[in-house]
């Protein structure tokens, strides 16, 4: 019998499953995926045994990761619903979906874990927000939820009031990020740097100043005044975004993320 299970073998499942290969051996695992073509090529890749059905799938291990998407979630619990015990640890990766609301499909005494990663978990890179009743789980379980997504970057336990604030500062915000990097590349671009070499600046420039931000523990805003020399080219075009509602356009686009979350059932 295998530890842990996915469902699901999309961007996503197959990031966490293959960050998680590092630190698990290969027989920990267990999968099962919407069609034969993407079980066959993700056992050939990983070397993970795989099974035909999400029931067969929960059945074969401890933890079940659920890594499809919210909308095809009602037809995944019910497979599942009577393979899944009270001994099971089920993991929910789906924005909005509550562990009540789960419980209410899968029972009441089911043991839920809310996850919220991100895409850089892809490179090893990510950000997990973890929620779930602490009381419900041994040590050893968490033990085992929190080794299988530190795997693939850095991971934080949450209240579950605030997973879709998670959503807003990690979940969807790479998509954001990749928005800045685009179009600081097409302003180098716009005065004639090469675009492969105005990716590069610019990527390497986000890249290194989250670093800062994660390594000096220093806030935002004074790393930001260090760069603004008085009379300078930063403070110039700080203020140009300021002008142009940089960060107003940021927080309104936390603002839809976090209702299109909320709206989630």
Known sequence: MAEIGFIGMGNMGYAILKGALKVFPVEAFIFTAKTEKTMQSVHVETQVSYVPTNAECAN?????????????????LKQIRYAVTPEHVIISLAPGITIASLKEVLGSDRRIVRAMPNTPALIGEGMTGLSFRKEEFSEEELSVVHKLFG??????????RLMSAVVCASGSSP?????????????????GMPRKEAYLFAAQAVAGAAKMVLETGEHPGALKDKVCSPGGT????????????????????????????ESIK
């Open 234 to 261: 930063t403070i110039a075009g700080v203020a140009a975004l300021e002008e142009h509602g940089f960060r107003n356009a940021v927080l309104k686009a936390c603002d839809a993320c976090y209702e299109k979350s």
């Open 175 to 191: 998509a954001y990020v990749y928005q800045f990097i685009e179009a600081l590349a097409d302003g180098a671009v716009k005065y």
């Open 151 to 160: 795997a693939v970057g850095n991971c934080a336990d949450v209240e579950e």
């Open 60 to 76: 074969s291990c401890k933890y079940v990761v659920l890594a499809v998407k919210p909308q095809y979630y009602p037809t995944v």
